[in-house]
């Protein structure tokens, strides 16, 4: 279990293994965390079956363009346990060019609820469950 990401967010337990969880409301519209120094790659480092690595857009020879996993023991690393949902509560506002993101909460977030991305709103080739 990760604690205390600026006291706002904990990795722990879930149904899909780890998630990232709320430590306390966060209002709809709120930053809750900026990620500088984003790694934006074209051959991620994360295994297929991982899954980290989000696709972002493509570049100008048509490849793959993917913001990459979060190494661990970095001050990011929780950025590489938000689920997936199609009713998601929360969204990266991602600026490749300037290599960061923020991650806003798209509705009011309760204390100790999980946090959910829907992966297919950044790229329609992201690998989603279900």
Do not use: Q
Request: overall charge negative; aromatic content about 10%; glycine content about 10%.
């Amino acid at each position: 279990m990760t604690e205390g990401v600026e006291g706002l967010l904990e990795v722990r337990e879930c149904p899909n293994g780890l998630g990232v969880f709320a430590l306390r409301g966060i209002r709809a519209g709120s930053v809750i965390m900026e990620i500088d120094d984003i790694v934006i790659t074209t051959t991620p480092k994360s295994p297929p079956w991982k899954r980290w690595a989000l696709i972002v857009g493509s570049n100008p020879r048509g490849e793959h363009v993917f913001w990459d996993e979060a190494a661990e023991g970095s001050g990011d690393y929780w950025s590489n346990f938000l689920d997936h949902s199609e009713e998601a509560n929360v969204r990266f506002e991602i600026d490749t060019v300037k290599r960061s993101a923020r991650l806003v909460a798209t509705r009011r977030i309760e204390a100790g609820e999980e946090l959910f991305l829907n992966y297919k709103e950044y790229h329609a080739d992201n690998w989603a469950p279900g």
